[in-house]
Structures are given as C-alpha cells and as structure tokens.
C-alpha cells in the first residue's frame, strides 16, 4: 500500500466527509473532522480520529467558511493534508494558497486553477480561447453601471442571471421576460452575496429543451489526463441536480466522443491536476457548450465509481500526494443512476428542517447509500437539506431503474417531509424510462 498521507482533515460535513473518510479508513489513513458546535455529535465527527469543534460564528455556514479556523484545526491535530469536499471552501483559491503557505497538501488543483475556474466569466474566456464552444453571454459583471438592458438583448431571450462565484445553482435566475430582468439580476446578487461573499454575475443565453452532461477528468502532475466518461444530469429543481446516470442514455457515440475530447483538450490547456468536472449544455441536435468546470469532487461521482470501479476519492489523494494517476484503461461497464434525497416538501422544494425521528435507507444488492445522518439527529435550517444518496448499479439501465424504484420504496423518514414521492414519480414517467428528457422534465427545473 502505498504511504499517501498520515492525517487527512475533512473541511466539510455530512454524507461527504463521512464518504472521503470511508475511503481514508480503508487506504489506512487517519481523519480529522470539523464541525459546528450547534450541529450538536454529527455522524462525521464520530466516525473521524479527531475532532475539532470550530469557533463560534455568526452562522453555522460561516463557521465552515472560516478559513483560519480550518487551517488551525490542521496544524493542532497534524493533518499533512486537507480534503474539501463540495461546497463551502473546495473552490475557494484563497483556502487552497492558505494551505500551501502552512505546508498543508490541498486535495485539489493548483490555487490558480481554482480561481481561473471559480470564477465563471473567466473559465468562459478561458475555453473559448482554447477552442471550447461556450454559449452566447455578458463579458462584463453586471454590477450596476453597465447598461444590462443592452447586454441582455444582445445575448437574446431567454437567459440566466448567473453568479461568477460558487455554483450548485446557487443565485441562478431565468428570465424568459425582459420587463423582468432587473428584478432577476437584484435576486441573484443577493444570492451570490449571501452564499459566496461576491455580488459578481453576469448572463448566459438559455437553451431551452436541453440536457446537461459533463464528463469526469482526473489528471496527476506528471501531465497523464485520463476520463472516466460522462453523466448525465439533467433531472434539476432549483437548477439544482436531483438525479444522475452514467452513461448518458441519450447521447450517440459520435457525440459522445466529441463530448470527453472537449473536456480532456480544455483540462489539458489548463495544466489540470486532481479530480474535476466539465460540464455542457446539450441541444436537440447534440451540439454542446460549455457550462463550468467544477474543481473539486461533484455530488454525483458514486454513480461514475459503480460504472468505472474507479474510487476517485482514492486517485485525489494519490494525485495530491504526488503519486501517478492509477486507473488504467477504465471502461463503463453496466449502468448507474443516483437519487438525491432532501429533506423538503416534495411538491414545492420547500427545505422541511427537524428532527429524524425515523431515518431507514435501504439496504440491497448493487444499493450504494452515502449519508451523514441517522435516526435521532436534527436536520437544521442552517445548512442544505440533503440528507443521503442513493446509487444502484445494473447490467442495463432498465435494471438499474427498477432496481432504484425498488430502494426508494424502501426508504423510510419521520420528522421531516423528503422528496422521495416525487423522485419515484420521475422515475417511472415515460420519458425517464425512455432516457429522452431535458432539464425541464421536473417542476421547478
């Protein structure tokens, strides 16, 4: 085995700091966890070595943000490493910096990486001179001086207003009504602000009846760029992904192709390290343009791993520790879609915080579930309500969708409203169950 890191601190919480400890556990490696005095004894903070309460701050969101706080946790437990999970400072450059000047190895790309790719104006200006195909949008940030009227006409209707900050759908706002557009652009820089501290956004042309696909690069510093394909993602509510697949069921293989050798080409003009995503926007006719790069470890990876048998988690820490990139000739064998149980009122999306008085998920054959709950804990307004994923693999995708509809009768959660209801009616809708949907197949996508 090889020796990778000794003490690896997970700056984040729930599913995904318990799902990067799984596999530090397994390699050997001891955890360290962060979390919030007001979480109460999270499951991740129990399944860590170490523990570090943070310093109390105005939020508990803040207190996951507070990048001194995160880097002193390090240094006093001797972590020689740090894992950021998604959300919260996995995309922050200055958190990345922050841990090369203490000699902290930052599970992730190199600082400037993540700023040229966290900002998303500028990964747009980057690509496209790289010979990506990027949608029609606003160069400037629209911060109040610009005449944004003008702006939008010439990117045309419909659009979104997108923050330059974070993602996850956060602070995005679709205006199909010109009249419409200052509200929308107010919205989403209070969004933007409130969740990534920067009022910066701009516009995107909106493609109506598309699908959102993007393919998974892992890249090591000896310059070896490997793919492990691509997922689909286009079932949204909020902007937000609800359910992924890999492969794609709807892409040919001729577009598929073009697909991975534009995300493969733009992670090498970058000089990528570490694991990341590139996502697009696909048309009707499978003509594609690049959305975002994500540089960190996506929500959706579990169903690449059950399609690839490539735990990524595992390739980050061999990249980050200077190790070769090992995944050999990875190839998609069967098929794998993941559910994103929430804790929310299943008809409006309405985030549904309390206390799990019941929290079973279900426990099957080819049935991977990443939580960071359990019965008797709170689900709190403070952070997002996602409670568990539920993956399942299948030798076809008419298995794996069974085998889902399955496991999510299965799940049972008292205390809070989940979407499950309405995840099993997606599942078993028509066009679903024919892999021909868009992102405008859920209510609210």
């Not at 510093?221 to 689909?232: D, F, I, K």
């Not at 399609?307 to 990875?330: F, K, N, P």
């Not at 929430?342 to 990443?370: C, K, W």
Request: glycine share 10%; with cysteine; charged share 25%.
């Amino acid at each position: 085995m090889l020796l990778m890191f000794e003490r690896v601190l997970t700056a984040n919480r729930g599913e995904i700091a318990c799902r990067v400890m799984r596999t530090c556990a397994r390699l050997g490696v001891e955890t360290v966890a962060v979390y919030s005095e007001s979480e109460g004894a999270p499951l991740h903070a129990e399944l860590a070595d170490h523990a570090v309460i943070l310093p109390s701050g105005p939020n508990p969101v803040a207190e996951y943000l507070d990048i001194g706080a995160v880097i002193e946790a390090a240094l006093r437990t001797g972590a020689d490493a740090i894992h950021p999970g998604y959300g919260f400072l996995s995309e922050n450059a200055d958190f990345a910096t922050a841990c090369a000047d203490a000699g902290i190895a930052f599970i992730g790309p190199a600082a400037d990486v993540v700023r040229s790719m966290g900002n998303k104006r500028e990964a747009r200006r980057r690509l496209a001179a790289g010979g990506v195909p990027i949608l029609p949008g606003s160069a400037a940030t629209l911060d109040g001086s610009e005449d944004a009227q003008s702006l939008a006409e010439s990117v045309g209707f419909p659009l979104m207003v997108k923050a330059s900050e974070g993602g996850g759908g956060i602070g995005m706002q679709l205006v199909t009504d010109p009249r419409r557009l200052g509200r929308a652009i107010d919205r989403a820089r209070s969004s933007a602000r409130r969740s990534f501290g920067s009022e910066d956004v701009y516009l995107e042309k909106f493609i109506m009846d598309a699908r959102h696909v993007e393919v998974q690069i892992l890249a090591d510093s000896s310059g070896v760029c490997a793919h492990l394909w691509e997922r689909e993602c286009s079932i949204q509510r909020r902007r937000q992904k609800v359910i992924e697949e890999a492969p794609s069921p709807s892409m040919s293989e001729q577009a598929r192709d073009r697909l991975i050798e534009s995300a493969v080409g733009a992670a090498r003009s970058l000089g990528y390290t570490n694991a990341g995503t590139f996502e697009f926007v696909v048309d009707g006719d499978d003509a594609f343009y690049f959305l975002e790069a994500n540089t960190r470890l996506q929500v959706e990876h579990g169903v690449t791993e059950m399609v690839t048998g490539v735990d990524i988690v595992e390739q980050q820490l061999r990249i980050a520790a200077g190790y070769a990139l090992d995944v050999g000739a990875a190839r998609v064998e069967g098929h794998s879609i993941q559910c994103r149980i929430y804790a929310e009122d299943p008809q409006t999306f309405i985030p549904s915080p309390g206390r799990l008085s019941v929290f079973h998920m279900p426990q099957m054959e080819n049935v991977r579930v990443d939580t960071g709950f359990r019965a008797g804990d709170e689900v709190t307004p403070f952070f997002d309500p996602l409670l568990s994923k539920i993956i399942v693999w299948g030798e076809s995708r008419g298995a794996a969708v069974s085998l889902m509809s399955g496991a999510l009768s299965e799940c049972r959660v008292e205390g809070v409203k989940t979407n499950v209801p309405a995840l099993r009616s997606v599942i078993a809708r028509p066009d679903f169950l024919r892999g021909r949907y868009t992102t405008g197949l859920l209510a609210g996508g």
